[in-house]
T-cell receptor, first 115, second 114 residues
Framework: AQKVTQAQTEISVVEKEDVTLDCVYE???????LFWYKQPPSGELVFLIR????DEQNEISGRYSWNFQKSTSSFNFTITASQVVDSAVYFC????????????WGLGTSLAVNP | SAVISQKPSRDICQRGTSLTIQCQVD?????MFWYRQQPGQSLTLIAT?????????ESGFVIDKFPISRPNLTFSTLTVSNMSPEDSSIYLC???????????FGPGTRLTVL
């Protein structure tokens, strides 16, 4: 079975705090892809990152960083020095080579960054 | 990436009527997807729309209720038929643009059925 678990339903932080959003996935496929999407209050889903199962290198993009660990089946997302504009719902998703490109979605984590 | 537009952006409809949502991509794509997202919830895939073939529906969704067209590689429509208040939701289309399965999304259509 394939599954994505985002255990944190809601997180509230004060601006400039660091925050980590957790994502745990399940799949038996050896080739798979992991994604993070951001959905601000406007509703549009914004693609943030893709990680391939064969590339465990962590990635940093500005204040955003992603930690992919196959040993724990996790793909966590950290926002450093959070800002009010980071307030959104963040979704982690999984796709495998054999599932017709469909994405399996986590339930999302709602992040509120307060001034 | 790609620019994906949807029309209408929102609508308020009466029970029993139908609404057709349009999705336009600024580049040719093989696979397009239609999702429903109810308030405060995650995305639920309705169907996958490939050009030149019938749409593939997920469990719980049927063609009579959600007919889909895919006339070319840049365009698709989703019709929500015989609407009821339970169909009130955000409907999103997406395009699969690479061999790595990532999808890019349109802005969504907010549908309210009275």
């Amino acid at each position: 079975a394939q599954k994505v678990t985002q255990a944190q339903t809601e997180i509230s932080v004060v601006e400039k705090e660091d925050v980590t959003l957790d994502c745990v996935y399940e799949t038996r496929d050896t080739t798979y892809y992991l994604f993070w999407y951001k959905q601000p209050p406007s509703g549009e889903l914004v693609f943030l990152i893709r990680r391939n199962s064969f590339d465990e290198q962590n990635e940093i993009s500005g204040r955003y960083s992603w930690n992919f660990q196959k040993s724990t089946s996790s793909f966590n997302f950290t926002i450093t020095a959070s800002q009010v504009v980071d307030s959104a719902v963040y979704f982690c998703a999984l796709s495998t080579a054999g599932n017709n490109r469909k994405l399996i979605w986590g339930l999302g984590t709602s992040l509120a960054v307060n001034p | 990436s790609a620019v994906i537009s949807q029309k209408p952006s929102r609508d308020i409809c009466q029970r029993g009527t139908s609404l057709t949502i349009q999705c336009q991509v600024d580049s040719q794509v093989t696979m397009m997807f239609w999702y429903r997202q109810q308030p405060g919830q995650s995305l639920t895939l309705i169907a996958t729309a490939n050009q030149g073939s019938e749409a593939t529906y997920e469990s719980g969704f049927v063609i009579d209720k959600f007919p889909i067209s895919r006339p070319n590689l840049t365009f698709s429509t989703l019709t929500v038929s015989n609407m009821s208040p339970e169909d009130s939701s955000i409907y999103l289309c997406s395009a699969g643009l690479s061999s790595y399965n990532e999808q890019f999304f349109g802005p969504g259509t907010r549908l309210t059925v009275l």
